[in-house]
């Protein structure tokens, strides 16, 4: 059985989150605060973190934070708030999904569903060769490393698709809901600012060594490519 992380200091809402994932075939573990989340995060490895915004010791955000620092592990906020600039914070730190109180267990449940089955997409072996070299980038999607000048760069699984994504269609413009449903799904519930804040996310890292021959250029309105110097 699967574990999933349910961490809200509201025990009505993980006692019913808890019921809804055991009819999905889920083992529940509860947490009412952030340290707690955290400590059974890293005991369990559960496979998706529902994540309540406004909590005791550490918030979401900063739970999130620290979750997205190691782990590739889906993570979905909850909050009593629906602001925008909320949702994109939440974006940027690393989220890959935002429900606003009150919500439907049942949709919950499947934005649940619906994440790790683009997962499970996403973790389909690739064939055999797949490197691309490009100035001083290479991505070997085998193995899931990018080197930049020969230096290895921490990246998550999905920030490394998003690479090949781009890298391997050199100067060609993807909207944001072309990345959408190339890399999260046709069935993702989110929006497109997910998209902004992984590029965001992306560059930041790449960014800490020089590649003035290549660059992922924001197309204003549209999206982005991967742009070759004099290409």
Not at 71 to 87: H, N, W
Not at 184 to 207: E, M, N, P, Q
Request: proline fraction near 4%.
């Amino acid at each position: 059985m699967q574990y999933i992380l349910i961490a809200d200091d509201n025990r009505d809402i993980t006692d019913v989150l808890s019921a809804y994932a055991r009819k999905d075939e889920f083992d529940p573990i509860v947490a009412h605060d952030g340290e707690e989340a955290l400590r059974l995060f890293n005991q369990y490895n559960p496979v998706v973190v529902l994540l309540d915004v406004m909590m005791p010791k550490e918030d979401g955000y900063e739970v999130c934070r620290k979750i997205r620092a190691k782990s590739d592990t889906p993570v979905i906020l909850i909050t009593a708030r629906g602001e925008d600039f909320e949702k994109i914070m939440g974006l940027d730190i690393g989220a890959d999904d935002y429900i606003v109180k009150p919500f439907s267990p049942s949709e919950v449940m499947a934005r649940v569903r619906a994440i790790l089955r683009r997962m499970t997409k996403s973790d389909a072996p690739t064939q055999s060769g797949d490197t691309l070299s490009i100035s001083n980038l290479v991505i070997n999607l085998d193995e899931y490393t990018i080197y930049i000048n020969g230096q290895k760069i921490s990246l998550t699984k999905k920030e490394i698709e998003t690479m090949w994504t781009l890298a391997s269609n050199p100067n060609k413009v993807f909207t944001r809901d072309n990345l959408l449903d190339s890399l999260w799904g046709f069935d993702y519930f989110g929006d497109s600012r997910t998209v902004d804040s992984h590029i965001k996310r992306l560059r930041a890292k790449l960014d800490k060594i020089e590649h003035p021959e290549w660059s992922i250029k924001t197309i204003w309105g549209v999206g982005y490519k991967f742009e070759i110097e004099g290409k």
